[in-house]
């Protein structure tokens, strides 16, 4: 027993010592745990509160936009594709007219290579038969007759070219419009429904907003109340 | 019935201070604090530095009181945490290291005379090194076993041991020097 007979009487002497702390001490104990009181409660409170919030709002803002994509993917998707078949539209009539207004020039080419053989032969008839004036009139009148003609026909091909060309000019620009157009007005009712379901969202979540924070408010009211 | 009484009135503050019942919490703070604090100044010298320890030791106390399982005396239990905050304050304040020595002696005993006091012994711990001190203090006064002593302070149980001896045997010197003088004066 002797080894804590020292121990033991420090012990002893030690446990009924009492030494009484400064009178500020429970003071700032005081401070202490009102500052933690507020702390934990209110940080935590809110926080939580905060969270949920602010991951709710975040789903919101995902679903609102999946759904708004979706949208934009459908309504997007067919505008393409009218513009681009419009523009393949565009781009073939032309060609086609193009095709035909260059089959239109061979013909006429080919109007006029027949009329230049039609001439020597007409030509060569009048070498031949020097004394036939009237056929060299007839010839004569035909020759005549016969650039007149075939200006006529230049005249109408050029003139029907120009009138393609400033058909094509003209149709392009009407065709190109149309669409644009059309375009507009579904990106408008689209942009517009859009905007008329985002301002209907904003109010739910405004009013879901005051709910909240009167809820809050009566909460913590509560508390120190 | 009387004991039974202060034991319901015990659980009620406890219950209370839970709770944030500011007055629950003054009437433990005000029924424990100056033990605690003696505790506190057996491991701290400087009496200022025990007190702010004995203050946060008590915000530990009411912050973990709802984990407090009324097992065991309640003294006990906020006890246990002064001298847990003491402990951290040493070893971070003053980065107490404990020499890695395993030879410890066969203690010599030497009965204190009952005519010193609580603060001839009070002296005799504050002149002992921060790594004795606790382990003395953990040892001989909360009768801690050197095992449990080497968990909380992270070291050897041979080195527990070791420094016990060593602060034993300072002890002991200056036990005998506090003797001498007396016994000079005398």
């Known amino acids: 027993m002797e080894p804590n007979n020292i121990d033991k009487q420090i012990k002893e002497k030690l446990n009924q010592r009492e030494i009484q702390p400064s009178a500020n001490a429970w003071d700032r104990l005081d401070a202490m745990l009102s500052v933690e009181e507020q702390k934990p409660k209110r940080s935590y409170k809110w926080l939580s509160i905060a969270a949920v919030f602010v991951g709710f709002t975040l789903i919101g803002i995902f679903m609102m936009n999946k759904e708004n994509s979706t949208e934009n993917v459908i309504l997007s998707n067919p ?28 013909e006429a080419v080919v109007h006029q290579l027949t009329k230049k053989i039609e001439k020597p032969s007409t ?13 060299s009139k007839n010839e004569e009148l035909i020759v005549e007759s016969q650039p007149k003609e075939s200006t006529a026909k230049y005249i109408n091909a050029e003139s029907l070219l120009a009138e393609i060309e400033t058909g094509e000019k003209i149709e392009i620009p009407n065709i190109s419009k149309k669409p644009s157009v059309k375009v507009d007005a579904n990106a408008l009712l689209s942009s517009a429904e859009k905007e008329v379901d985002e301002t209907f969202r904003d109010k739910v979540i405004q009013s879901i907003n005051k709910k909240y924070n009167s809820v809050k408010s009566t909460l913590a009211n509560r508390n120190y109340e | 019935m009387k004991v039974i009484n202060l034991h319901q009135d015990e659980k009620n503050t406890i219950r209370l201070a839970v709770e944030n019942n500011r007055h629950a919490q003054h009437q433990i703070y005000t029924k424990f604090s100056p033990k605690m604090l003696g505790v506190c100044r057996q491991y701290i010298k400087d009496l200022q530095q025990a007190e702010d320890v004995m203050i946060t030791a008590f ?24 001298i847990n905050e003491c402990i951290s304050f040493i070893r971070v304040q003053k980065q107490v290291k404990f020499i890695e020595d395993e030879t410890f002696f066969e203690e010599r005993h030497n009965d204190i005379e009952s005519k010193f006091s609580v603060d001839d012994i009070q002296f005799l711990i504050d002149s002992l090194p921060d790594g004795y001190k606790m382990i003395f203090n953990l040892y001989a006064i909360e009768g801690y076993k050197h095992q449990e002593i080497a968990e909380m302070l992270g070291i050897n149980e041979g080195t527990s041991k070791s420094q016990l001896s060593h602060a034993r045997k300072m002890l002991q010197n200056q036990i005998n020097k506090l003797k001498n003088y007396d016994n000079g004066t005398e």
């Open chain 1, 123 to 135: 030509e060569i008839n009048p070498k031949k038969d020097f004394l036939l004036d009237n056929h």
């Open chain 2, 59 to 82: 915000m530990k106390v009411f912050s973990s009181l709802k984990n407090f399982e009324h097992k065991g005396s309640f003294e006990g239990w906020i006890r246990r945490i002064m």
């Open chain 1, 79 to 106: 505008i393409v594709l009218e513009n681009e078949t419009k523009l393949i539209e565009n781009e073939s009539t032309p060609k086609i007219e193009n095709n035909l207004s260059e089959a239109k020039e061979v």
